[in-house]
């Protein structure tokens, strides 16, 4: 049997995954987790199969808690089911060890087959982002900007270019407005712009903002 920990902040996607794994014979939803911290303390506490992770939550993000939850428990397979598409985080989450990377718009049948698959020991990727791995894996190709941005910086950089202010910013991550303020100047300089108008085009761009 595979014991599963769902963690997303929103209500509708557990209840959802629960309904599409709720027949089937070897795998089940031990429990769930409605943030970051919450997600972490669970992992850690419990003695799961597969961690299904969202990664935009409120507080403690999804790569954050990703990579704290493989500090303590290398070995636990942890699948990426997010809202984002595959250009804004799934190389970046499969970097920081996830097992496999899905959106929500994936078919049922296809989060059941990775979710069999990672815990097995298997890593679960589309061949779309098979071939996005595979130009990472090229030396010789040249990193985007964004690209060596930290997973913080990477987040904040997304939202930023999104619109939302500093204090937005602060409000959504519980970080502080000096903390954000800080994320932006670094990520200014390492992005070589000075206007968060600069940041929004360039993410435009290169396809990092939802459609």
Known sequence: MIRILVADDHIVVREGVKQIL??????????????????????????????LL?????????????????????????LILSMHPEEQYAVRALRSGASGYLTKASAPQELIGAIRKVARGGKYVTASLAEKLAFELDSSSTKLRHETLSNREHQVMLMLASGKSVGEIAGELCLSVKTVSTYRTRIMEKMGMTKNAELTLYAVNNHLLDS
């Open 22 to 51: 709720s027949n089937l014979e070897d795998i089940v939803v031990e429990d769930e987790a409605g943030d970051g911290q919450e997600a972490l303390e669970k992992a850690l506490r419990g003695d799961f199969d597969v961690i």
């Open 54 to 78: 969202d990664i935009s939550m409120p507080g403690r993000g999804g790569l954050e808690t990703l990579e704290d939850i493989l500090k303590h428990k290398p070995r636990l397979p942890v």
